[in-house]
């Protein structure tokens, strides 16, 4: 289905925002239209990356979507940040960067996991780039195959 992610955006980050006294900015200029086979999931991918922007940092956290060929969601904070050595582990199950920096936040490292499964499931990538001390950016990219999908299926096919 074809849906426009700023609001998808404003329903997932307003449910934050009722739970959590935290700023969460959203940038991004309508409507930013993408194709999706899924939104709940997309929904549950979005707020393990928004719960994981606030439980490891303390400022605010800026959401921005936009399209730059393929269409892209941002989620960025200003935290801890993850040293690059664990950057690539991660989305493992049971996987938590330090054990005494998170056990404060709690949770089993199971969060990133699941939002690559949901992600694979979705067909989008996750990016994830970071810098200790200074934060994180994760994104959401769409495939631009969808976008252009029709165009392309059409050669293929003759
Ligand atoms: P849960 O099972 O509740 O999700 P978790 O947050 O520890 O627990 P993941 O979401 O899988 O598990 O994250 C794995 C690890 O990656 C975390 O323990 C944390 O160290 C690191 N991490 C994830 N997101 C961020 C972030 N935005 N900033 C800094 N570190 C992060």
């Known amino acids: 289905v074809q849906v426009n992610i700023v609001r998808i955006l404003e329903e997932t980050i307003g449910a934050m925002k009722a739970s959590y006294?935290?700023?969460?900015?959203?940038?991004?200029?309508?409507?930013?239209?993408?194709?999706?086979?899924d939104i709940a999931k997309l929904k549950q991918?979005?707020?393990i990356l928004l719960d994981?922007?606030?439980?490891?940092?303390?400022d605010r956290i800026e959401?921005?979507?936009?399209?730059?060929?393929?269409?892209v969601i941002q989620i960025r904070d200003?935290?801890?940040?993850?040293?690059?050595?664990?950057?690539?582990?991660?989305?493992?199950r049971f996987y938590?960067?330090?054990?005494?920096?998170?056990?404060?936040?709690?949770g089993f490292g199971l969060g990133l996991a699941?939002?690559?499964?949901?992600?694979?499931s979705l067909e989008v990538t996750l990016e994830?780039?970071?810098v200790e001390q200074l934060g994180t950016t994760i994104s959401i990219i769409f495939s631009s195959n969808f976008n252009a999908g029709g165009l392309e299926l059409s050669q293929e096919g003759s």
């Open 78 to 92: 200003y935290g801890i940040g993850i040293p690059k050595q664990s950057l690539s582990h991660v989305f493992e």
């Open 96 to 106: 938590r960067v330090d054990k005494a920096r998170s056990r404060e936040t709690g």
């Open 21 to 37: 006294d935290r700023e969460f900015l959203l940038e991004a200029e309508e409507p930013v239209l993408t194709e999706t086979t």
């Open 63 to 71: 959401v921005v979507a936009k399209k730059e060929g393929a269409t």
């Open 114 to 120: 699941l939002a690559k499964q949901l992600a694979d």
């Open 45 to 47: 991918l979005l707020y």
């Open 52 to 58: 994981n922007a606030r439980k490891y940092s303390e």
């Open 128 to 130: 994830i780039e970071s």
